[in-house]
């Protein structure tokens, strides 16, 4: 398995800000994801992120929005820009290990006002 | 893409019990199958998986089977315990995009002691 912390956990923000969620892992991984679990929802896989290149966004999602920086094989970053009330979410950073299985980092609870 | 349906939502058992939770997807390419347990306020946590050359595979009291054919899984906790209570999720690969997954709708289990 893997060893993945989230930074922040938690947030409140106001609306037209914009958050910066770090993830960070205990080991090199080659595949990163980074998933949205609204309130009461399942999870909704947000992007790609690549290392050493753009990341690869879901149908929904632009990287206006959600850019994705992607620096090394332990480390990502995911910032909701612009935040509405409608961002208000639990986002989740996961990493594959082994040859699919997928593990998934504490998640960061949002709360725009 | 790929689609996932899960049913039911929730599920209420008495303790001893079994339980089943059933999904269906849409790719006939997708060939990775976990199901994930989150309990409130908590991150998903893998609790078994599958692969698509393999038709059952059991770990203690869960147990997942697969259909390709009709494109259906399912997962089957016995001897359900209160500690079971949580919302569980089934995935499917997306297609055969390495680790993109596709989560169902969940389904909130409620074991009654």
């Known amino acids: 398995s893997a060893v993945i912390s989230q930074k922040p956990s938690r947030d409140i923000c106001q609306r037209g800000t914009s958050l910066t969620i770090q993830c960070q892992v205990d080991?090199?991984?080659?595949?990163m994801f980074w998933y949205r679990q609204q309130p009461g929802q399942s999870l909704t896989l947000i992007a790609t992120?690549?290392?050493?290149?753009?990341?690869?966004?879901e149908s929904g999602f632009v990287i206006d929005k959600f850019p994705i920086s992607r620096p090394n094989l332990t480390f990502s970053t995911l910032t909701v820009s612009n935040m509405s009330p409608e961002d208000s979410s639990i986002y989740l950073c996961?990493?594959?290990?082994?040859?699919?299985?997928?593990?998934f980092g504490p998640g960061t609870r949002l709360l725009v006002l | 893409g790929e689609n996932v349906e899960q049913h039911p939502s929730t599920l209420s058992v008495q303790e001893g019990d079994s339980a089943v939770i059933k999904c269906t997807y849409s790719d006939s390419a997708s060939n990775y199958f976990p199901w994930y347990k989150q309990e409130l306020g908590k991150r998903p946590q893998l609790i078994i998986d599958?692969?698509?050359?393999?038709g059952e595979k059991k770990d203690q009291r869960i147990a997942v089977t697969l259909n390709k054919t009709a494109k259906h899984f399912s997962l089957h906790i016995t001897e359900t315990q209160p500690e079971d209570s949580a919302v569980y999720f089934c995935a499917a690969t997306l297609g055969t995009s390495y680790g993109k997954l596709t989560f169902g709708q969940g389904t909130i289990l409620t074991v009654h002691p």
């Open positions: 996961s990493v594959v290990v082994g040859q699919e299985t997928q593990y």
């Open positions: 080991s090199q991984v080659t595949m």
């Open positions: 599958i692969r698509s050359n393999v």
């Open positions: 992120a690549n290392q050493g290149s753009e990341a690869t966004y």
